[in-house]
């Protein structure tokens, strides 16, 4: 009975279970039939990854960037809203959350070319003309490269292209002449090399516009008689000026100081280095040497010709005071019009050493920044006569010239993934396709900074199409390994810079949702810690732009970097922050991307200028708060910056550990 009574209550048990499991089984389809659409329109499905791959894929492909017009398609099938939503919550704003992915190698700016098709002709400048061409150029290059037609043409034209080592160099005069004035030194220089050329300094003549003295009068004549000697990296570089790793510059006649000098130095993306001037006084007991050799050799100092005297003195002292005695001469100016010398630049352990005659002269230390086998060039210019040109003790094997034999391929130099949360500052840094040792630097240096491995700050290059193929070819295995370039398809050009600096807005605002986005060049040194607390100083949720800003600067209408009025009418630019390292809040970012893809964005070829334009316009409609601080270092560096510009390499090396080593933002300044 009792059994019987016991199996009842067993039988209503499990029949409850049964129950309960049915409710909560409907429960649940119930809620996935309501999730699917939902997942459907936030576009979380695997379709909505068009343009993304992975940072550690080496042969990761944009499989599913199958035309041109992909790329040139609406923002929205390559952008993400949701991160933008969740920071325009912060600010103000309710909107929903979204997950991020890792790594987006393509950057998602639109410019649609048939824009032009559509509108007045006229209605358009000849910049925004230019940029349509560069996109349209760029595109078709993408295509063949990820096509991979690129590739083989690239492996083909390598294999047909050798190089020989030669162990020494020589040319006539006639030669070095007709070859611009240079001698291709084809793999560099190596410990012991020596170079010697053979000339005669012309006689001095008149100038009216000096560029080693200054003029009291417009009409003042002043007669001059300098040349140079530079030794050139040739092949350091590609489409710019090449770095003079050794300047060296006799100034017979002219210099400012009344005296002949030789003066030495180095450049290095048009900037120079520190001068060292060999002014006649020999260099201190208490200076450092180089290989044992004095900096600066001593000379006459007058106009009076004492040599002949000078000899017959030294060779009387000799002989009464003998052979064990040294006897010390006062040597003349190496350098005199219209006499023959033969001047002899050896490269020792610890710089380079110059003679002419036979007698030492100066010795350059070398400098941060260059090496040796860089020295693939020598140039002769100025007020001489070259005879004859050769160097000996070339290395006999070939160095890479290959600029991506800076890259480091180990995994503690990837990028780290994307967070999930919107992020405090995002750097956007503008590179050229062939500047691999300058984004090898940066990694190595101030990207390994706290705040970027956790995900608070993220930083990424932004890099344009490459002239040549074999460029493009090597920036794409880049950028799949380390996932930290962002790929703005337009044929790379400096006038269109100013199109990665809107590219740098549209990924902080669409991709990372930052809350500020600097932008700086790739041989610009940033403090993070330092540039996030000058920001800090602004009150939460107001607009900012900071950097080291120019008020009531006027363009230049002559010479090199002129701006004509048809592409600057105004007198006067608008305040601006120097292009090597500034900052702007999330909403002026939104509103550069916002603009240029309504095309009502006004384009300059100054990208510095033009982001001080636009910030101009935003504040008519919502007020901006300008920083300005000098700590945004235009030129070189200053103790204490907050950004250092025009770093070579290994400068940008040479920053990180004194920052980690001594703990103090101090500069590296010889190159």
């Known amino acids: 009975m009792k059994r019987a009574k016991f199996d009842s209550v067993m039988s209503v048990s499990r029949l409850r279970s049964i129950q309960v499991l049915m409710g909560l089984l409907f429960l649940y389809f119930f809620l996935v039939t309501l999730e699917i659409p939902l997942i459907s329109k936030l576009g979380f499905g695997l379709e909505s990854y068009e343009l993304i791959s992975t940072p550690f894929d080496n042969n990761s492909k944009f499989s599913r960037l199958n035309s041109v017009g992909e790329l040139s398609g609406s923002s929205q099938d390559s952008v993400f809203p949701s991160r933008v939503m969740s920071r325009r919550a912060k600010m103000g704003f309710s909107l929903p959350h979204r997950k991020m992915v890792e790594f987006k190698r393509i950057s998602g700016l639109v410019f649609d070319e048939k824009v032009f098709d559509s509108f007045d002709k006229e209605e358009f400048s000849e910049l925004h003309k230019v940029v349509r061409d560069a996109f349209v150029a760029g595109k078709k290059l993408f295509q063949d490269i990820e096509s991979g037609k690129v590739q083989g043409e690239v492996v083909s034209g390598t294999q047909n292209r050798t190089e020989s080592c030669p162990d020494s160099v020589s040319l006539w005069g006639s030669e070095f002449v007709a070859g611009g004035k240079i001698m291709v030194i084809p793999c560099g220089m190596t410990l012991g090399s020596h170079i010697t050329v053979v000339g005669t300094p012309r006689w001095a003549h008149e100038e009216k516009d000096p560029k080693i003295t200054l003029v009291k009068d417009d009409d003042e004549i002043v007669m001059v008689s300098q040349f140079m000697m530079e030794l050139q990296g040739l092949k350091t570089v590609d489409g710019e000026d090449p770095p003079r790793i050794l300047h060296f510059n006799p ?138 040109v050769f160097a000996a003790s070339l290395p006999s094997t070939h160095p890479s010239f290959a600029p991506q034999r800076h890259l480091e391929m180990l995994p503690k130099w990837q990028a780290p993934p994307l967070p999930d949360e919107p992020v405090e ?247």
């Not at 390994?481 to 590219?503: E, H, Q, R, S, W």
Request: aromatic share 12%; glycine share 6%; hydrophobic share 35%.
């Open 251 to 388: 100034r017979l006649k002219g210099d400012w100081s009344g005296r002949p000098v030789i003066e030495q130095n180095t450049c290095y993306r048009m900037q120079w280095g520190s001068a060292m001037r060999c002014d006649g006084w020999k260099s201190k007991p208490s200076e450092d040497t180089v290989d044992g050799q004095v900096k600066c050799e001593k000379w006459i100092r007058d106009d009076d010709d004492h040599s002949e005297e000078s000899k017959a003195t030294w060779w009387l002292k000799r002989l009464i005071g003998g052979r064990t005695k040294k006897v010390s001469i006062d040597w003349p100016y190496p350098f005199v019009e219209k006499k023959l010398f033969v001047l002899t630049v050896s490269a020792g352990l610890e710089g380079y050493h110059i003679n002419v005659d036979g007698r030492h002269i100066t010795s350059f230390p070398y400098r941060t920044g260059f090496t040796l086998e860089d020295a693939t060039g020598l140039f002769v210019n100025g007020d001489i006569d070259v005879h004859s």
């Open 425 to 671: 500052l995002f750097i956007g840094i503008l590179s050229a396709g062939n500047h691999f040792s300058e984004r090898m630097a940066v990694r190595k240096s101030w990207m390994q900074h706290p705040s970027l491995k956790s995900s608070n700050v993220v930083a990424r290059f932004f890099v344009a199409m490459h002239g040549r193929k074999e460029i493009n070819v090597e920036l794409m295995k880049e950028a799949d390994f380390f996932g930290d370039i962002v790929i703005v398809p337009y044929m790379d050009n400096y006038d269109l810079v100013v199109l990665k600096t809107v590219a740098i807005c549209e990924y902080g605002v669409r991709t990372v949702a930052a809350k500020y986005v600097m932008k700086c060049d790739d041989d610009t040194f940033v403090r993070i810690d330092a540039v996030m607390k000058e920001v800090k100083k602004v009150p939460r949720g107001r607009s900012l732009y900071v950097g080291n800003i120019n008020y009531y600067h006027k363009p230049l209408r002559h010479g090199k970097w002129a701006v004509t009025y048809e592409e600057w009418p105004e007198e006067d630019y608008p305040p601006y922050a120097n292009g090597p390292g500034y900052i702007i809040s999330f909403d002026i970012a939104e509103y550069v991307v916002s603009e240029f893809e309504k095309h009502k964005l006004r384009l300059f070829k100054m990208e510095d200028v033009s982001m001080g334009m636009w910030v101009e316009q935003f504040n008519s409609s919502r007020a901006v708060e300008y920083v300005h601080s000098l700590k945004f270092c235009q030129f070189g560096c200053i103790d204490d910056y907050y950004t250092a510009h025009y770093q070579s390499p290994r400068q940008m090396i040479c920053l990180w550990r004194k920052l980690l080593n001594q703990g103090k933002p101090q500069c590296c300044n010889v190159r």
